[in-house]
Structure formats: C-alpha cells, structure tokens
C-alpha cells in the first residue's frame, strides 16, 4: 500500500502563496487518485481538492476554487497543492491522501487509505 508525505507548508501573510507537496514514500502512487484535506483548530477535517491517478480530473471545494491549484507529476510520485491569495481562514493542517479509486474524484475521507502526517499553514493577517 501507498504511503504519503506531506511537505511545504509555513507562515505566510494574507495575500500570499504557498506550494504543498505530497509525495510517495512506498508504493506505487501513480495508480491512485489524490486529496487535499485540512482541519482548523476546534473544527472538523475538511476537503480542499482532489486529482485522479493521471490528473485528468479535478475537484475543488468552494472556497478553494480560483484559489488553489492541483496537480501531480507521476515521474517523481508526487502531487501539489498550489494555493495563492491565501486568506487567515485558511490556517489548519494539511493532509495528502491516496485513493485506490485512481480514475473517481471523492470529498468522502473514508474512500482515502493512505494518509500523511500533515503539514502546518499559517496565515498571518
């Protein structure tokens, strides 16, 4: 089974842009669709984005749309979350997860098997 790691997160201000990583440290990722998802303090895990196996499709919840992209590169197993225009709301914990439905989008954390540590983002006003 795949398994993830996140990378790429920080303290930026408003209006800023960061680049998180998610990148396979065994197991064959290519085969799998990717999520974003992150969870504020005192809230629940929510969904960002997600890329089927070959990046053909995407899904983006509301607020990130225009906001956030994502994308993959299947040669270095990896899979990126371009967020700009960063807002202080968008403060949590970001977690990658991998699919074994490689070709379905889903917002359904438990369709996601493979999971990271997650990685912090601070927006700072």
């Known amino acids: 089974q795949v398994r993830v790691a996140e990378s790429g997160g920080g303290l930026v201000q408003a209006g800023g842009s960061l680049t998180l990583s998610c990148t396979s440290t065994r197991g064959t990722f290519r085969a799998y669709a990717a999520g974003w998802f992150r969870q504020a303090p005192g809230k629940e895990r929510e969904f960002v984005s997600a890329i089927t196996f070959n990046g053909g499709n995407t899904d983006y919840a509301d607020f990130a749309k225009g906001r956030f992209t994502i994308s993959r590169d299947n040669a270095d197993h990896t899979v990126y979350l371009q967020m700009n225009s960063l807002k202080p709301e968008d403060t949590a914990v970001y977690y990658c997860?991998?699919?074994?439905?490689?070709?379905?989008?889903?917002?359904?954390?438990?369709?996601?098997?493979?999971w990271g540590q997650g990685t912090q983002v601070t927006v700072s006003a």
């Open positions: 997860a991998a699919s074994r439905f490689g070709a379905t989008l889903t917002r359904d954390g438990e369709r996601y098997v493979s």
